[in-house]
């Protein structure tokens, strides 16, 4: 375990070293686009473990709460794991001020069951906006279990589409929506699917990962056409390991826990009303602690 | 010595010592301890009550069988640092236990005073003995024998894993205990609350056990960071002890419980007590704003009572305790329930949920309740709870606490697929031994017994320790 600072105690019995802070590494950290940052870590159990699908729990600061973020990649060689964040509460834009040489708190995973990956055949990777960093390492493990890989990776406009030459390496065919048309196609990542289904190709596996709304729309355009589809589910976490009950989901009508059963779920099955109205619970103290963090990030730019 | 000149009668005829606690108006809007603990003088004078029995039965009703006479009689001598060191020959964490066992249940019940009179107040003794061992500062370390040469994982730092951790050390092992969580402790740092103990006691009693050499890897999550077979097969662990804890809480499975509001006990307690979210925005983890609020906790356990006891803590206008039985059946122990009665805490007893209403942004505005009557006693000898006919009504509430128990976690049996369990889901052992159905692998506290107390943990990880020693320097004979 290098990413623990050792001391070793006594002379007598070297193998008593006590931890004194697990910290863990920051190894690099950059912006791939404004607010979204690729950072690697330092955490060689996990890189050695994690599946695609999997995430890990977070903790920034001492004071910090427990954030899930999926891996997007990892280097089992190298003991690092990479995580891509976008700036949106206190915690994620806390996590996005980090560069390369920081430490951060506490790290822990890979947690949630990995992806269930097979040859469908003809398999269909979306992300949206920093969903993308989900995607990627899906879209990978399907190309290599021999399937036909198509990703569509959809952002609000240009500067904000993340790894296109990544997903397009692993991609038989790629593609990038735009919203407001300044870059590949002018329109929702729905859209492209739609005009792909209508094209006549035929495809057996859809991946959807990204806000709800575009996971409950993709939900939509594939159901009435039967194609086996999957989103990745995102509830708020406090442990990450099934023991409290929070990041419950309705699939089925029925209480999975997205920490242990999930993350990811059959789209068709999945209640997104529920879950995005369980995940407004704490809007008013998200809205507080991030608002506090910025003024305080701004007092700290005067001085 | 004036111990030596009192009589049994006089003895007999001093009252138990009352344990001074925090006024309940001024409790009920912090989170500081409620018991204050004994003065000296209040020890030693309780301590004067034990006529030392020639055969305690005391000492039998205690799952590590503390020596209860000899460090009674320590206090009242004044020799209290003798009675820490006393209490620890069994006990790993006496002043955790001394705050939460079930002394009534257990060593208190069977003290032979309660025949005529109250009993001797061990556990407050207990926790007297612990506090002022760790206030003086000279915390003595036991013994540790010489190295082994053998490694142990230890799964878990709660309870079980804490008090198996300790034994294996102290007999020359070499122990390292893997946490899922960033804090150490298990349910005493997550479950229990700050107001029935405080943190900084389980954090005294585990930098001992670092300094007996004890190496504690927080962030690791059994069977997903690692797995049973790579430490025993690759990490080089000769055994494994496996105390994880009852992970996975059980929902009623009524309409309407993933409504807004609607918690379980342990994302509840966790949020509150490892997250220190009643510190919020100082710490960043928040929780629901309880405020005036109506909060109903569901359940009779004593997880139920430090639930709604925080609920009020955090400013709830009415905190209830909602339970289908009648009080007489309640799990919790009685000073729990007696506590929060004093802290306004509301019991509405014979009370079912059927379902949780909520608005049409699904937050939670009700609890719809069926009132009970007693039948005849069930399988369990408790009198069975009847529906009273069109009894149906709406708790108006804002959020809802489930403290109904939980079940196994999943993440073992997946992973270790060789590891028997039950029906339940938790893991079958010997229990002479605690041996699981896997060579060289053992298991207790709440993962074998589902949710006990911490004391049966403790006892549990205690059992397992020899057998681990023995069976490993058994092979080393052999």
Known sequence: MVSFRLTIKSSESPSSYEIEEPMYKIVSAQFLAENIKKIEIEAPRIAKKRKAGQFVMIRVGQTGERVPLTIAGSDPEKGTITIIVQGMGKSTRELNRKEAGDTINDIVGPLGAPSHIENFGTAVSIGGGVGAAIAYPTAVALKEAGNYVITINGARTKDLVILENEMSAVSDEAYITTDDGSYGFHGFVTQKLQELIDSGKKIDYVLAIGPIPMMKAIAEVTRPYNIQTVVSLNPIMVDGTGMCGGCRVTVNNEIKFACVDGPEFDAHQVDFKNLTDRNKIYLPEEKQSAEAYVHQCNLQKQV | ?478
């Open chain 2, 1 to 478: 010595m004036e111990q030596q000149s009192i009589t049994t009668k006089e003895r007999l005829a001093i009252p138990r010592q009352v344990m001074p606690a925090q006024e309940p108006d001024a409790r009920s809007k912090n989170f500081r301890e409620v018991n204050l603990g004994y003065t000296p003088e209040l020890a030693q004078k309780e301590a004067l009550r034990c006529i030392q029995c020639k055969d305690p039965a005391c000492i039998k009703g205690c799952p590590v069988n503390i020596k209860i006479d000899q460090f009674i009689k320590m206090i009242a001598d004044g020799n209290f640092l003798g009675a820490a060191k006393k209490i620890k020959e069994d006990s790993v964490l006496p002043a955790v236990c001394g705050r939460v066992c079930p002394q009534e249940d257990q060593c208190e019940k069977v003290c032979v005073l309660t025949k005529k009179r109250e009993s001797v107040a061990i556990g407050n003794l207990e926790r007297f003995a612990a506090d002022y061992e760790r206030e003086s500062g000279n915390i003595e370390l036991p013994a540790v024998q010489a190295s082994t040469g053998k490694k142990v994982a230890i799964i878990g730092s709660g309870p079980a894993g804490l008090s198996c951790a300790n034994d294996l050390a102290q007999l020359g092992h070499s122990v390292t205990v893997f946490e899922a969580l960033h804090e150490l402790g298990g349910v005493l740092m997550y479950g229990i609350p700050e107001f029935r103990l405080p943190k900084t006691i389980v954090q005294t009693e585990i930098e001992g056990m670092k300094k007996l050499g004890i190496t504690f890897v927080p962030n690791a999550v059994a069977g997903r960071s690692v797995t049973v077979d790579e430490l025993l097969d690759e990490e080089g662990f000769d055994a494994v002890f496996i105390g994880v804890g009852a992970g996975l809480p059980w929902f009623m499975g009524i309409p309407g419980e993933n409504l807004v509001g609607v918690y379980s006990a342990n994302e509840f307690l966790t949020r509150v007590n490892l997250m220190k979210s009643y510190d919020f925005p100082e710490s960043d983890t928040p929780v629901f704003n309880c405020q005036g609020k109506n909060v109903a906790v569901f359940g009779g356990g004593n997880t139920a009572m430090d639930a709604v006891r925080t609920a009020k803590r955090l400013g709830a206008e009415h905190a209830y305790i909602v339970y289908r039985r009648s009080e007489a059946e309640m799990p919790a122990r009685r000073e729990e329930v007696h506590h929060a009665k004093e802290e306004g805490v509301e019991f509405l007893m014979l009370m079912n949920p059927l379902e949780f209403v909520g608005n049409d942004q699904q937050w939670l505005t009700g609890a719809k309740c069926l009132k009970m009557e007693l039948g005849e006693p069930d399988d369990s000898g408790r009198r069975r709870p009847v529906p009273i006919k069109d009894s149906e009504f709406i708790l108006p509430i804002d959020m809802a606490v489930i403290s109904i128990g939980n079940g196994s976690n999943p993440l073992i049996k997946q992973t270790t697929p060789d590891i028997n369990v039950s029906k339940r889901d938790t893991i079958v052992v010997d229990i002479n031994t605690m041996a699981t159905s896997k060579e060289n692998v053992y298991a207790g506290g709440d993962i074998v017994t589902g949710g006990a107390t911490v004391i049966l943990a403790m006892g549990a990880g205690r059992t397992a320790a020899a057998a681990i020693h023995e069976k490993l320097m058994g092979t080393i004979a052999s």
